[in-house]
């Protein structure tokens, strides 16, 4: 097993570990809590309208928020990273979770890009030449028509993405926790 692989498959059991880690790191605040949550949300929103569009195993996504980045859902991801680690509140929590997120998701987006490359060859090659890997740019390309076309919440909801959501108001309700049993 490569490394690709090792973090494909294992990033959210080593996710877990790592909350609890992170959580016992926490130092939250009702105002580290608040930013944290807003950037958070604006992180799981991006992550919603992605997956929205992506159609895993079908088709080359190439449209919506896939025509600014290549990996949308991760570029969201990382935006509820931050947030979490702000509502933290906590520089080691923020540096562990940091590091946990340019780690496995480097290897992980490496991974997705060789199967899709296997996938879907020179169309993979064109979409990966006009559109970056990670962080978003303002204007959309010609790319052609490749994937759904518009935004689906049935292919939201199949997606699970709502979990995500789930699991980050559970974090959010932690940290009060947290912080109500440190003594406020």
Known sequence: MTALDFFARWRVRLGYVLAL???WLARPTPHSILFGAALGFFGLWIRAYAAGFLYKQKVLTVTGPYARTRNPLYFGS?????????????????????????????FVM?????????????????????????????SVGA??????????????????????????????????????????
């Open 143 to 184: 790319l052609g028509t490749t994937g759904n076309g518009g935004f689906s919440w049935k292919q939201y909801r199949k997606n699970h993405e709502y979990e995500a959501g789930i699991g980050f108001v559970l974090l959010l309700i932690a940290l009060a926790v947290i912080w109500f049993l440190r003594g406020s």
């Open 21 to 23: 880690v992170v959580l």
């Open 110 to 138: 490496r991974r997705e890009e060789i199967e899709l490359r296997r996938q879907h060859g020179a169309a993979f090659d064109s979409y990966a030449a006009a559109v970056p890997l990670f962080f978003p740019r303002l």
């Open 78 to 106: 990382s935006l509820l990273t931050v947030g979490a680690a702000v509502a933290m509140h906590s520089w080691w929590a923020a540096a562990l979770l940091i590091t946990y997120f340019a780690l496995v998701y480097g």
